[in-house]
C-alpha cells in the first residue's frame, strides 16, 4: 500500500493467480495498462506476495524457482520480468527484493537468499561476501518474509536457530540499510 493505493495478490492454487490495484480515495479498482495483471500461465500463481512504492509494484509468482515482475506505476506498464528469484518480494528505497526460502547454498538445505536488483536498471545489486545474501544454517529459509520502506529492508527466517540455545525454528530478523 502506499498513500493512495493498494495492492491486492491473488494466487489460488493451481490458476494463473491476478494482482489489482485499487485507489483508496474511492475503492474503485484500476482497470487501466496492465491491471489487472493476470499470471502467464496456470501453474504460475501470480500474487504469492505484493510491493508497492509510489513509483513501481513488484508481484512475485511461483513458476519455477519463482519471479517477479515489475510494474512502473507511472504508466502502469510491465517494466521487465526478473525469474528464479524466489516467491516473496518488497520494495526499498531504490531497489526490489527478493527471497527465495527454499535456495539450497553451499552445502546447505533450505538456507534462503536475498537478492536485489536496481529498479532503474534492472541489474543485480552484488557485493562480495555480502549479496547475495545467503542463510547461515540448513533450514534458516532466509526470505520466508521481507518488508521494506525507505532504504531499509526487514527480512524474515522463520526457522533459524541460534547455536546453543537449546530452541527450535525460533526464527531471526535480519535488518538491512
Known amino acids: 500500500m502506499n498513500d493512495t493505493q493498494l ?7 493451481g490458476s494463473y493467480g491476478k494482482a489489482h490495484l485499487y485507489n483508496l ?3 474503485s479498482e484500476v482497470t487501466s495498462g496492465v491491471w489487472p495483471l493476470e499470471g502467464a500461465n496456470p501453474a504460475s500463481r501470480l500474487g504469492q506476495q505484493v510491493a508497492l512504492s ?3 509494484a513488484s508481484i512475485s509468482d511461483m513458476r519455477t524457482g519463482g519471479a517477479l515482475t515489475i510494474v512502473r506505476m507511472s504508466d502502469n506498464s510491465v517494466l521487465r520480468t526478473h525469474t528464479a528469484t524466489g516467491f516473496m518480494t518488497a520494495i ?7 527471497g527465495d526460502y527454499a535456495y539450497d ?3 546447505l538445505t533450505n538456507n534462503g537468499r536475498l537478492r536485489a536488483f536496481n529498479l532503474n536498471d534492472g541489474v543485480e545489486y552484488t ?8 542463510g547461515t544454517q540448513t533450514n534458516d529459509h532466509l526470505g520466508t518474509s521481507l518488508a521494506g520502506r525507505g532504504g531499509t529492508l526487514i527480512a524474515g527466517a522463520n ?3 541460534p547455536s546453543g540455545s537449546g530452541l527450535s525454528n525460533s526464527g531471526k530478523v535480519q ?3
Open 159 to 161: 526457522k533459524h536457530v
Open 127 to 134: 557485493l562480495t561476501n555480502h549479496w547475495p545474501s545467503v
Open 175 to 177: 535488518v538491512y540499510r
Open 7 to 13: 495492492l491486492v495478490g491473488a494466487a489460488l492454487g
Open 25 to 27: 480515495g474511492d475503492g
Open 54 to 56: 509510489d513509483d513501481y
Open 105 to 107: 547454498s553451499g552445502g
Open 92 to 98: 526499498a528505497g531504490s531497489y526490489v527484493y527478493s
